[in-house]
């Protein structure tokens, strides 16, 4: 594959290429900056190596980290006996990536239906199985298109399109997105804290004036009243609900002790 056509609502915003490891992109119009406003400021041509894909901003989220990167080699290897380039990437997503951009020409074979059928909760091992190389190529093509934009060690599939820290309209105008990363990483880890930053703080170090600020942008009224609201419950229901769907106890007691300084700062007064 020679060439790939980056599109979104339709309109034709950039062409990339990949030569002897070399990527060339390019911009179709100076306005279409906007997509990638930090990293394409001043870019209209650009060229870079394919393992600095992140210097071009507009398809970095596109693209699986290292474990979904995995999946996907997995199975391209299997299929067409050879490891997928960048553009190969690109294309095996094709219409099926996060958000507004699609890939052309698209790999019409990642668009086919399967008859496969699995509940969520065997997804964690099936990924496993796949990983391991112990599973049908068919799963492996499955499971690297669900992780097409969301990479990570984590059994999950895209069920949703707006999942971003930062959502941009079709007028280039960019907001912030009001739910993101509300799991915590697990117990297991070097990430074993809540991934969740509000006003650049950690949530064991929120300030009522970042509460205020972030609800402001989200236009969320009320928000202090709202998350005294929010820690009752986690008060009254949350050990309940973490029995009931077999949450470890040590990843609850993490999370109430994360919280604990919320919970000073923002709980209503007896």
């Known amino acids: 594959m020679e060439l790939v056509k980056i599109k979104a609502w ?13 990527i060339i992109f390019e911009l179709q119009d100076k306005k279409f900056s ?10 209209i041509f650009s060229e870079t190596s394919s393992s600095n894909i992140d210097e071009l901003g507009l398809i970095a989220d596109s693209i699986s980290g290292a474990y979904g990167k995995t999946y996907f080699s997995k199975y391209y290897t299997n299929e067409f006996g050879r490891l997928p380039s960048l553009l190969d ?3 095996f997503i094709g219409k099926n990536g996060l958000g507004a951009l699609d890939f052309e020409p698209s790999d019409t074979s990642s668009d086919a239906h399967s008859d496969i059928s699995f509940s969520l909760s065997d997804f964690k091992h099936q990924s496993i199985e796949v ?9 492996a093509k499955i499971i690297a298109k669900s992780n097409s934009g969301a990479g990570g060690a984590k059994a999950k599939g895209v069920v949703d399109y ?10 280039c105008n960019w907001r912030y997105s009001p739910a993101y990363d509300l ?12 991934q969740l930053t509000i006003d650049k703080k950690p949530t064991t170090d929120v300030r009522s004036l970042g ?6 942008l989200c236009d969320v009224k009320n928000p202090l009243e709202i998350l005294a609201q929010m820690i009752e419950v986690k008060h009254t229901s949350l050990r309940t609900l973490c029995t009931k769907y077999a949450v470890e106890d040590v ?5 109430f002790q994360d919280t604990n300084k919320v919970d000073k700062t923002f709980r209503r007064k007896s």
């Open 10 to 22: 339709n309109d034709e915003i950039a062409l990339i290429s990949e030569i002897e490891s070399k």
């Open 34 to 43: 906007c997509f990638s406003p930090i990293k394409l400021e001043h870019a």
């Open 211 to 216: 509460i205020i600020k972030i609800a402001k």
């Open 131 to 139: 990983y391991n190389g112990n599973s049908s190529n068919e799963l």
């Open 89 to 91: 990437r690109l294309s």
């Open 183 to 194: 799991t915590y990483s697990g117990t297991n880890s070097n990430l074993n804290w809540h």
């Open 162 to 171: 707006n999942p971003l820290t930062f959502l941009m309209d079709e007028d």
């Open 251 to 255: 990843l609850v007691d993490m999370i």
